[in-house]
């Protein structure tokens, strides 16, 4: 009777831990898939942030461009 008790709370402990650890693996898998999407986000975002400002300064410089050549046409063209 001891040993099969013993037993029956060994499995039950085998159990309750197993069911811990699958538990843990799970979680753990769950933030490694929330720190991948935030990795990601991340690098979109700096990525996005580069291009915004590559846009804005190459507006910038067209502008200056269009500017200079305006005045450079009308100073030939006034003399």
Do not use: N, P, W
Request: no cysteine; proline share 0%.
């Amino acid at each position: 009777m001891r040993m099969r008790q013993s037993l029956a709370q060994f499995e039950q402990a085998f159990y309750e831990e197993s069911a811990l650890d699958r538990s843990r693996r799970e979680h753990l898998a769950t933030k490694a898939q929330q720190r991948t999407r935030r990795r990601e986000l991340e690098k979109i975002h700096k990525h996005g942030s580069i291009r915004y400002a590559l846009l804005v300064l190459t507006l910038i410089a067209t502008a200056v461009i269009v500017t200079v050549a305006m005045f450079k046409t009308l100073y030939l063209v006034m003399g």
